[in-house]
């Protein structure tokens, strides 16, 4: 089996001049005997048959035939001077010569490296920077001059240029770029201040799979090339960032196509084409595009600022299981889980806690734990918001006012530090859901390196191949709650787990800790 990878499907710097043309040919000839009256009658038949099979599919009679859109040529001519190749370059910095090989004196290779070093330092090879190039692929939307295009065509460039479809080259300047969504926006200066040819964008929400769409771009640096095909999926994450809700398209897109446009049937911009899955570089039918809905926001901050300045709230989320949404009675998985709230946050602030289940953020659904923070970078700072939450089975409505996210900011999980091998003073321990439970003393806390500020029942150990081990609860983590009451003592923990098991609960949901105190949610079976 082959293994795909995910490729950015710009920065192409490949040779134009030995493109590679496969040829299909399907003839379709008599067999000797047969006549051609015979043959016809034959596919006549065949055609019926087929027709009928669509008919009975509840398919049209035509639906075999239907390869796609009868022509895209008039809408094609309107916008095709708007896409524009992205050309940089940049100087990179001299590697570092190779030293020539040790070899005894008198060696019959001495003179033969000897010459084949200098010759390579005299042609320039180790020696000083040099130049490299790349292209991708843009498109104008403002007529003042304003290009849009991905981050990554134009990222380390020293030099960026615009080459329009007239033959007509623009020096380009960066106004903003945001690596998080792969966007940047340049800006070009046009000759004579004739107005440029440009696009506007479309409602990427109003597609539907199975959707026509047009990609335009300079593949392979051969300039302006369209291709046709449909919405293949939506809201796909391709974990290239926290933002992740690419268009899936069949269309067909390659290295250089980066950063170019994807077009609606009327002409609309509603991509922006950023990535292909490919084993080899080129197209296989699955192409990546920013939507237009998740790039306007971005783009408009660009041209205001020169930067993103996206919502913020203060949270550390989870995805909510079908043994957590058990365990909260929420029916079936949906919404994000709160793990952690930042002290003096937003979300702090506007009083939500640890184990409330946003569904509901500013209007919008939330549908799973990726949603979230989609919809809240893209909330506008200062903004007041009503959040819906699950707390404790029952829906509360909340309020609060969105903060700026610091981009600069990096949260990282604090390392695990080791327990000290000391001689464990004799507990009072109790054995439930594989693990071994201890009030937390004075002994414990020090064994285990658990932070002052810290409260709960102490894992002591954790049987082997049980769901708690399979789940990643270990020695020295803290249950703090089930099902959001809180536990101070085993005896606590196996009250709770009794009423659970009365009213029918498969599984209790555990508000665990580290030593550190980073939360998380888990849910383990009862029984």
Do not use: C
């Amino acid at each position: 089996m082959i293994q795909a990878v995910i490729a950015a499907a710009g920065r192409s710097n490949e040779p134009t001049g030995n493109a590679v043309h496969e040829r299909a040919a399907y003839a379709l000839a008599p067999r000797s005997g047969r006549s051609l009256a015979s043959l016809a009658r034959r596919l006549l038949v065949a055609g019926v048959l087929a027709a009928s099979a669509l008919a009975g599919a509840g398919l049209p009679a035509h639906a075999a035939a239907t390869k796609g859109p009868d022509t895209v040529a008039d809408t094609a001519e309107k916008i095709m001077d708007a896409v524009v190749n992205i050309s940089t370059s940049q100087t990179v910095a001299p590697s570092r010569s190779v030293p020539t090989p040790d070899l005894p004196p008198g060696s019959p290779f001495e003179e033969f490296f000897e010459e084949f070093f200098k010759r390579r330092q005299q042609q320039g090879e180790d020696n000083g920077p040099r130049r490299v190039s790349s292209l991708g692929s843009g498109f104008v939307i403002d007529e003042t001059g304003l290009i849009v295009t991905n981050n990554h065509v134009i990222a380390d460039a020293d030099e960026i240029y615009a080459n329009f479809a007239d033959g007509s080259k623009l020096k380009a300047e960066l106004v903003g770029r945001d690596t998080k969504v792969d966007i940047a926006l340049l800006r070009v200066k046009p000759e004579d201040g004739k107005p440029l040819k440009a696009v506007k964008f479309g409602n990427s929400d109003a597609l539907r799979v199975g959707d026509w769409v047009m990609a335009i771009g300079n593949p392979f640096g051969l300039g302006g090339t369209l291709t046709v095909g449909v919405i293949s999926a939506r809201n796909r994450d391709i974990n290239s960032g926290p933002y992740d809700n690419f268009l899936q398209t069949d269309a067909a897109i390659n290295r250089g196509n980066s950063g170019g446009p994807l077009f609606d049937m009327d002409g609309e911009v509603i991509g922006i084409n950023t990535a292909i899955i490919s084993p080899s570089g080129g197209s296989i039918g699955i192409g990546f595009a920013v939507p237009s809905n998740t790039a306007v926001p971005v783009i408009a901050q660009l041209k205001e600022f020169g930067e993103t300045r996206r919502g913020w709230i203060g949270v550390r989320i989870q995805q909510v299981t079908p043994e957590i949404a058990e365990s909260l009675s929420l029916g079936k998985p949906r919404g994000a889980l709160i793990g952690s709230v930042a002290d003096d946050g937003p979300a702090a602030k506007g009083g939500l806690k640890a184990g409330d289940v946003v569904v509901t953020f500013d209007g919008k659904d939330v549908k799973d734990m990726r949603t979230l923070p989609i919809i809240v970078a893209d909330t506008p700072v200062d903004k007041e918001v009503e959040v819906v939450v699950i707390r404790k089975g029952k829906e509360e409505k909340l309020k609060l006012v969105v903060g700026r996210l610091n981009e600069s900011e990096t949260a990282e999980a604090a390392p695990e530090e080791s327990a000290p091998k000391t001689e464990a003073p004799k507990l009072e321990t109790s054995k439930l859901l594989g693990l071994e439970l201890a009030p937390l003393t004075p002994e414990l806390r020090t064994r285990f390196k658990i932070k002052d500020e810290l409260k709960g029942v102490v894992v002591v150990s954790v049987d082997k191949g049980t769901p708690a081990a399979e789940r990643g609860i270990a020695e020295g983590n803290l249950v703090v709650e089930v099902n959001q009451e809180p536990a101070a003592t085993p005896a606590d923990i196996e009250k709770r787990l009794a009423a659970l098991k009365k009213d029918g609960r498969r599984s209790a949901l555990l508000m665990m800790s580290d030593p550190q105190g980073q939360i998380r949610f888990t849910a383990l079976p009862i029984d």
